[in-house]
């Protein structure tokens, strides 16, 4: 049963990619189909535009030859155009000399010279009053204010029009006349006294007076910069003389100091001496403190480099060992699942030959009962 379930599963299998493929295959011959129509078609029409333009090129080839060249292709140009000689015009039966060329029906380059009278109109036309003057002949001249033609002529822009104002003379009369009186009769009357307005009077604030302080005379001023003179030299001399004072005061410790800084310059020289040796000494410890930290600082680098160096092959070692650990379980776990496989295999393999054998000996028992 499960052989017969494969081998149904595997027909179908088949089918399907047999169907899919048939469907791809079709799919790209409907492109190629497609794309071959197209690019057949673009050729077509690139070879009708060649094939007229080569047409089109040969006629001019030929028209050009048939003329002459180029010389007699302009001459018959300007022919058409009506510049060309008269003397060719006149032998040449097909100039406009002897007939002009029609296109349909007519000469299209005389057209507006063509007069077209239709002379069923005579007949409705009264000869009589054509032949008759005009009727404003007879009123030309007569009235300055119109033209020949009935037209209004430009009046002088200097006269009054009495119909836009409506003032006569009488009027305007009249009006000078009242505007004289009025000027007149106010002349007459006095108008009193002019009335001039007053200026405006602002509160002036009164400034306060200025302190004054009395005059000193002169004497007093000149004697009082004396006093003042005299003070400041009484002054000085009061502190010059306390100055020599403390002086005479201190002459004996001063006289001790100048003694004691005398018998102190081998004092001063020994202080020199040590501050030389110091000076030697902390430049020989900064020397030797600098090649200790040059040394410290190699060794520190190759102490780092070393367990720099042991920690990655440390880490290396771990990554390697916890793979080895995880494929170990991976095999382990696959042995076992391999193990289980086999053994659910051997039971079914062996029920499929417990059920075989029963098979076979229900198949003997009922050959012996039909052979007897």
């Known amino acids: 049963e499960i052989d017969e379930l494969q081998d149904i599963r ?63 292709l302009v001459e018959a140009q300007r022919a058409a155009r009506g510049a060309g000689a008269p003397t060719a015009a006149a032998t040449d039966p097909t100039s406009d ?8 029906g007519y000469q299209a380059r005389r057209k507006h010279a063509e007069i077209v009278y239709d002379p069923s109109l005579l007949l409705l036309e009264d000869h009589m009053v054509v032949a008759q003057p005009p009727t404003w002949l007879d009123q030309c001249g ?43 009769g106010a002349a ?7 009335r001039v307005l007053k200026p405006r009077c602002l509160a ?16 007093d001023e000149a004697s009082h910069q004396a006093a003042l003179t005299l003070q400041k030299i009484i002054r000085g001399r ?12 201190a002459a004996e410790l ?22 030389a040796k110091a000076r030697d000494h902390n430049a020989l410890r900064t020397e030797a403190e600098q090649k200790d930290d040059a040394i410290s600082a190699l060794v520190e680098e190759l102490c780092g480099g070393a367990v720099s160096a042991a920690l990655d092959f440390l880490e290396k ?23 289980m496989r086999e053994a659910a295999e051997a039971g079914r393999r062996q029920k499929e030959e417990q059920r075989r054998k029963e098979h076979d000996e229900m198949f003997k028992q009922a050959s012996e009962r039909r052979k007897r």
């Open 10 to 72: 595997l027909t179908l299998l088949h089918k399907q990619q047999s169907e899919k493929r048939q469907k791809q295959i079709s799919r790209t011959g409907k492109k190629l189909a497609k794309l071959w129509a197209c690019k057949k078609a673009d050729m077509e029409r690139k070879i009708d535009t060649i094939r007229r333009t080569r047409d089109r090129e040969m006629r001019k080839l030929k028209a050009l030859h048939n003329m002459g060249g180029r010389v007699g």
């Open 254 to 275: 001063t006289e001790e100091l100048k003694t004691t800084h005398g018998l102190q310059k081998e004092d001063r020289a020994r202080i020199a001496r040590e501050e």
């Open 317 to 339: 070692e771990l990554r390697r060992l916890r793979e080895e650990r995880r494929h170990h379980a991976f095999i382990l776990i696959a042995l076992r699942e391999k193990t």
């Open 204 to 219: 002036v604030t009164p400034r306060p007076s200025t302190p004054v302080v009395e005059a000193v005379p002169e004497e």
């Open 97 to 104: 000399l002897h007939a002009p060329r029609a296109r349909h």
């Open 142 to 184: 007569q009235n300055l204010n119109r033209s020949c033609s009935g037209h209004h002529l430009p009046r002088d822009t200097t006269q009054l029009c009495e119909r836009e104002t409506k003032w006569s003379e009488q009027f305007l009369e009249n009006l000078h006349n009242d505007l004289k009186k009025a000027r007149l």
């Open 188 to 194: 007459a009357f006095s108008a009193g006294p002019l």
């Open 238 to 249: 009061a502190v010059q003389n306390l100055m020599y004072e403390g002086r005479t005061r």
